[in-house]
């Protein structure tokens, strides 16, 4: 599926579904933005919530 690239959401995950599969951006609108830790200090700390696997 062609998805119509949002340029204001950079990514580089290709197993998502929101992923534009000719362009590093995303498709959606908004993402949410998370953390799977008490008290995040690193950038791996954080996940994109609005991920869905292709």
């Not at 990514?11 to 799977?36: A, F, M, P, R, W």
């Amino acid at each position: 599926m062609n998805r119509q690239a949002n340029h204001s959401i950079k990514c580089t995950v290709q197993q998502c579904k929101h992923h534009c599969n000719s362009e590093n951006y995303c498709s959606l609108d908004c993402v949410s933005i998370g953390t799977h830790e008490l008290n995040p200090s690193m950038d791996q700390c954080t996940d994109c919530k609005s991920f869905a696997k292709k």
